[in-house]
C-alpha cells in the first residue's frame, strides 16, 4: 500500500503529519537514534527529537538508553490501533452526556448587536429569512426619518418574499390609511392608542426571534435567538392584537 495512504490513516487517528512520518520511518528502522531518524526523513534533528519525545508521552514511541545512546522504537501497529479503538469506546460511552449538554446549548438565548444606522439596516435585512409570520410593534415615523427609502428597501422587499405580517401601529392618521393597503403588502394592522408607543423603539417577532430596534440617540438593534423568550413575546402581542382595533 502506499506509505502516503497509511499515513493520512495514522493521521485519521489523531497523529500529526510529522509524527505519522517518523512513526513509519522506526517501522523501517527499527531503533534508531534522533540522528538517524532525522535523516531518513530528511528532517531537522532537533525538530525530530522534540517530537519523539511527544510521540513516547503519547504512548506511540519507546524509547531506550544503553551506554549513554537514547534510541527510540515504534510501539506495534496493533497497539495504536487498540488506543485508538479504546478511545472511540470511551468517547461512546460519554455520548448521552455529550448529546445533553448539546441540548443544554440550545435552549440559552443568542443574542446579536448591531450599531449604527448601517448595523440597523442590516439588522432589518436579516429578519428577511423569516419562514413563519412576523408580528409587529411599531410607529414608524422616527425609522423613516432615519431611512427614507425604508418602504423601498425593506417593506418591497419583505412583499416579493411573500413574508406575512401582523403589526400593531398608532391610532393616528397614518396609521388608519396603512389599514387600507393592508392585502397589497400582505398584512394585517391593528391600531391602538398612540400613547401606548414610542417614535424611537420597535420589535419584530419571528421564527423564534426578538428583533429589538431604537433609534436615539443613536440607532441600533439587538436580535435575540431564544424559543422561551419568542413564545413569551408572541403570547404578548396576541393579547395586544386582540385588543386593538380591527377598523377604521
Known amino acids: 500500500m502506499d ?5 493520512q490513516q495514522l493521521r485519521d487517528i489523531g497523529m500529526t503529519d510529522k509524527e505519522s512520518g ?4 522506526l517501522l523501517e528502522l527499527g531503533e534508531a537514534t534522533a540522528g538517524e531518524v532525522a535523516q531518513n526523513a530528511q528532517l531537522n534533528r532537533v525538530t525530530v527529537y522534540g517530537i519523539l519525545e511527544e510521540m513516547v508521552m503519547k504512548g506511540q514511541v519507546f524509547h531506550t538508553n544503553s551506554e549513554g545512546v537514547k534510541r527510540y522504537g515504534a510501539l506495534s501497529p496493533q ?3 487498540d488506543e485508538a479503538k479504546s478511545r472511540i469506546q470511551t468517547l461512546e460511552q460519554n455520548l448521552p452526556l455529550l448529546m445533553s449538554l448539546q441540548g443544554d446549548h440550545k435552549q440559552k438565548p443568542r443574542t446579536r448587536f448591531y450599531d449604527g444606522l448601517k448595523g440597523l439596516k442590516k439588522a432589518y435585512q436579516d429578519t428577511l429569512d423569516c419562514k413563519t409570520e412576523m408580528l409587529n410593534y411599531a410607529n414608524s415615523k422616527r425609522l ?3 431611512w427614507p427609502t425604508y418602504r423601498r428597501d ?3 422587499k419583505r412583499v416579493e418574499k411573500g413574508i406575512h405580517l401582523r403589526g400593531v ?4 392618521p397614518k396609521g388608519r390609511s396603512m389599514q387600507r393597503f393592508d392585502k397589497e403588502f400582505i ?3 391593528r391600531l391602538l392608542d398612540e400613547s401606548y408607543f414610542s417614535d424611537s423603539y420597535e420589535t419584530k417577532i419571528f421564527d423564534n426571534r426578538i428583533l429589538l430596534a431604537a433609534f436615539d440617540p443613536e440607532p441600533f438593534a439587538i436580535l435575540i435567538e431564544s424559543p ?3 413564545n413569551t413575546q408572541k403570547q404578548i402581542f396576541e393579547l395586544v392584537w386582540r385588543g386593538a382595533k380591527i377598523d377604521v
Open 3 to 7: 506509505t502516503s495512504v497509511i499515513q
Open 22 to 25: 517518523i512513526y513509519l520511518n
Open 79 to 81: 497497539i495504536i490501533i
Open 144 to 146: 423613516l426619518e432615519l
Open 154 to 156: 425593506y417593506v418591497l
Open 169 to 172: 401601529y398608532p391610532d393616528v
Open 187 to 189: 398584512r394585517e394592522t
Open 228 to 230: 422561551v423568550l419568542y
